[in-house]
């Protein structure tokens, strides 16, 4: 299996509701990591996981709460988010948190907020 | 902080043509770089990488490119560029003592039949 899931694909949300992202890979990835991308815009990191550990987190507002079950699986929880919170989220994993391995990526959850 | 520039968020080239996408790290140590290519709505794909083992870095779907230190560059190339080419393709870096890949603006590749 050299496959990131995300699931679900498509997500729209009030900004009262509670939801969460999921996120899973089977092939020994010990690093796995969320991005957030606007339209036409590149990938902003978010957090980063290291052996199922919180290793960064870029200043990200409290309404995104990430949550590292085990070695396999990633989680995003959503809480009270914003419209401008509307975006592509990806997941990606990597052999190890030194990244000169190259990230695989999933196919993303297009979330909107309404 | 070490980044990458992406010169021209758009390129429009003829199938059968010369695929030249331009990335330029700042740093005076080099990084390790990596090219990923976007379809729409989808994820990333990684299409090579510079890691300093070599620095002409053969990837998938026939692209490679040339890591140049003097020119602090790592152009993306195609002999012959297909439809199948027409994506959104971004330059990434990993900064020395940093963990986590920053991207560059990106650039839309279009292909003319």
């Known amino acids: 299996d050299t496959e990131v899931t995300q699931t679900p694909k498509h997500l729209v949300m009030g900004m009262t509701n509670k939801k969460s992202l999921k996120c899973e890979q089977h092939m020994g990835h010990r690093a796995m990591y969320w991005y957030k991308q606007k339209a036409k815009k590149p990938p902003e990191l978010m957090f980063v996981y290291s052996y199922e550990k919180l290793s960064i987190n870029e200043s990200v507002p409290s309404r995104f709460s990430p949550e590292c079950p085990n070695s396999s699986l990633l989680n995003l929880h959503l809480h009270a988010l914003q419209p401008e919170d509307s975006a592509l989220y990806l997941c990606?994993?990597?052999?190890?948190?030194?990244?000169?391995?190259?990230?695989?990526f999933g196919s993303g959850t297009r979330l909107t907020v309404v | 902080a070490q980044s990458v520039t992406q010169l021209g968020s758009h390129v429009s080239v003829s199938e059968g043509a010369l695929v030249l996408l331009r990335c330029n790290y700042s740093?005076?140590?080099?990084?390790?770089l990596f090219w990923y290519v976007q379809y729409p709505n989808q994820g990333l794909q990684l299409l090579l990488k510079?890691?300093?083992?070599?620095?002409l870095v053969k990837g998938i779907n026939g692209f490679e490119a040339e890591f140049k230190k003097s020119e602090t560059s790592f152009h993306l190339t195609k002999p012959s560029a297909h439809m199948s080419d027409a994506a959104e393709y971004f330059c990434?870096?990993?900064?020395?003592?940093?963990?986590?890949?920053?991207f560059g603006s990106g650039t839309r590749l279009q292909v003319q039949p």
């Open positions: 510079y890691t300093s083992a070599a620095t």
């Open positions: 740093s005076s140590v080099p990084p390790y």
């Open positions: 990606a994993s990597s052999q190890d948190i030194e990244t000169y391995y190259g990230y695989t």
């Open positions: 990434a870096v990993t900064p020395r003592g940093r963990r986590a890949l920053t």
